[in-house]
């Protein structure tokens, strides 16, 4: 006879949970490799955040680290550097130094050599410079009065110019330390005949008297000679004054504008109307030491002459300008040809 035990249903579900633990224990040996498998296959076949981000795929939200700013691009040098000093502007770079170019020194004027001078250059008379150069050559004739010299050469002494200056040898004979004090100043001097004659009415011996005399004084008194440069007297000249004194070394210089200071009527205003109505480029103008007229006239045609653009020049400067500065030298052309391409 089978005996039949029981058991209370609680009871009844512990032993069939304890049951299936003592299965599962001696199962375990059996599922614990395959467990261990599945794990290092996943792995395997799972691809790095970086690769799914190489194939366009977003890294699960577990790989991205929150950041506590928005994202700025890293700053180059540059803009470091310049962020580390807010307020320090930027060190312009230096100025580089204007370099300096002297200048070339002009030629100075100098007076023709005679000796150069062609006969037919010294027989063609001048009365007017060049149209092309903006100066003048102021004049003056002194014949016997020197009542006003020292005073003419201290006004232009202090305007700074220096003229041409027509000597008869009378004069110097007279007032040799004025005849001396004119060359210190840088003037030039002429040939205005020994005893201011006519030209016209001399021979040719008296003429060649007249000019050697003169300019044998003023050799010895001041050291220069006046070559080229004669006026005659009283304006006094034709073919044949010209003549004889081209085959003497000497140009006659005649004149552009007569001041007619000489003259009993002249005035101070009459002398500067006279240089005004005449003023233009190459202009020679006449004018005597002996005029009290033009002694008052003069500083203002000095200043009105200036302030018209023009320089103020000798002779031998209106008539021999000297050559423009060039940055490579130039041969410098003969005095005859020079002269002639200026007066023709």
Request: charged residues 20%; hydrophobic residues 40%.
């Amino acid at each position: 006879m089978r005996t039949l035990f029981l058991v209370p249903s609680a009871s009844a579900h512990k032993v069939r949970v304890l049951s299936r633990l003592i299965a599962l224990w001696g199962a375990l040996p059996l599922v614990l490799p395959a467990l261990v498998l599945s794990a290092v296959l996943s792995a395997a076949c799972t691809p790095a955040a970086a690769d799914q981000a190489a194939l366009g795929r977003t890294p699960p939200l577990a790989t991205v680290r929150p950041a506590s700013s928005p994202l700025v691009a890293a700053p180059t040098t540059a803009a470091r550097e310049t962020s580390a000093a807010p307020d320090t502007p930027a060190t312009p770079p230096p100025t580089p130094e204007p370099t300096t170019t002297a200048e070339p020194t002009p030629a100075p004027y100098t007076t023709p050599d005679p000796a150069q001078l062609s006969y037919d250059v010294l027989a063609n008379e001048v009365f007017l410079g060049s149209a092309d150069i903006k100066a003048v050559a102021l004049t003056l004739d002194g014949g016997s009065i020197a009542t006003y010299t020292a005073d003419f050469l201290a006004i232009l002494r202090q305007h700074d110019v220096r003229l041409t200056i027509f000597l008869t040898g009378q004069f110097v004979e007279r007032n040799p330390e004025l005849v001396k004090e004119m060359v210190a100043d840088g003037h030039e001097i002429g040939n205005h005949s020994y005893g201011h004659p006519h030209f016209t009415e001399l021979d040719d011996a008296a003429i060649r008297a007249e000019l050697a005399r003169t300019e044998e004084m003023i050799v010895r008194t001041a050291g220069v000679s006046t070559k080229p440069w004669f006026r005659a007297p009283y304006g006094a000249r034709n073919a044949h004054v010209l003549d004889v004194v081209a085959r003497e070394g000497y140009r006659s210089i005649y004149w552009s504008i007569d001041t007619i200071d000489w003259r009993e009527d002249a005035t101070p205003d009459l002398v500067k109307q006279r240089i005004r109505d005449g003023l233009e480029n190459g202009a020679i103008i006449l004018a005597h030491l002996g005029s009290p007229q033009t002694l008052e006239a003069l500083p203002g045609i000095l200043t009105e002459i200036k302030e018209g653009g023009y320089r103020i020049v000798t002779v031998s400067e209106l008539l021999y300008p000297p050559p423009q500065p060039t940055s490579s030298p130039r041969p410098a052309a003969s005095a005859a040809p020079a002269l002639n391409a200026v007066f023709p």
